[in-house]
């Protein structure tokens, strides 16, 4: 039960806001057309697989007009987001460009395709003791420091190849997504 507990914050730290975020002031990658719909190849049921036990967690189901989420027990109660303009995909090389809007900054989360059945969803963790991360992106980009409510932002404004390059060195770390088989 507890590493259920686990995979599913490790989830939502990815999915949602934490109390330290990395934050664009555009969608990312900038210049790039946002999707209108999400490609039927990627639609689908996928559980969350924890990269260490190997134990599935909770679903997200990945739909045309967005995603929502359940559980391990199965309940819709996660919530839902539809592409929207508070919601945008964007695709550039191989991967999904997910940014969602949280007052003025753009959150980012990366979707890139493994193989038919296997997603990782990705972002930059800066939630570490150290705060090497910051350190190590602060000599690659200039942050700025937004504090909003309970929130710190670390701001950055790359081009869309400062923003691959940033993919290429593993500042974007994450979770596997499984598809689960259709019934």
């Given at each position: ?6 995979v599913l914050c490790c989830c939502w730290a990815l999915l ?92 980012l989360r990366l979707l890139k395709v493994k193989s038919p ?67």
């Open positions: 039960m507890r590493s259920g507990f686990i949602l806001l934490s109390c330290q975020e990395v934050s664009f002031t555009k969608a990312q990658p900038a210049g790039v057309a946002a999707l209108r719909q999400l490609p039927q190849s990627i639609c689908g049921e996928y559980q969350i697989r924890d990269n260490t036990t190997g134990e599935m967690g909770d679903t997200i189901i990945i739909e045309p007009w967005g995603y929502r989420t359940k559980d391990a027990a199965g309940k819709d109660w996660l919530g839902a987001a539809h592409l929207s303009d508070t919601l945008v995909v964007k695709q550039y090389e191989n991967y999904f460009f997910i940014n969602f809007k949280e007052g003025d900054q753009w959150i059945n296997v997603l990782t969803l990705m972002s930059i963790n800066l939630e570490t003791e150290t705060g090497e991360q910051l350190q190590r992106l602060n000599k690659k980009l200039k942050v700025k420091k937004i504090e909003q409510d309970d929130y710190v932002f670390y701001q950055i404004n790359p081009t869309p190849a400062q923003l691959m390059s940033l993919i290429k060195e593993d500042y974007f770390t994450g979770l596997e997504l499984w598809r689960k088989p259709s019934n």
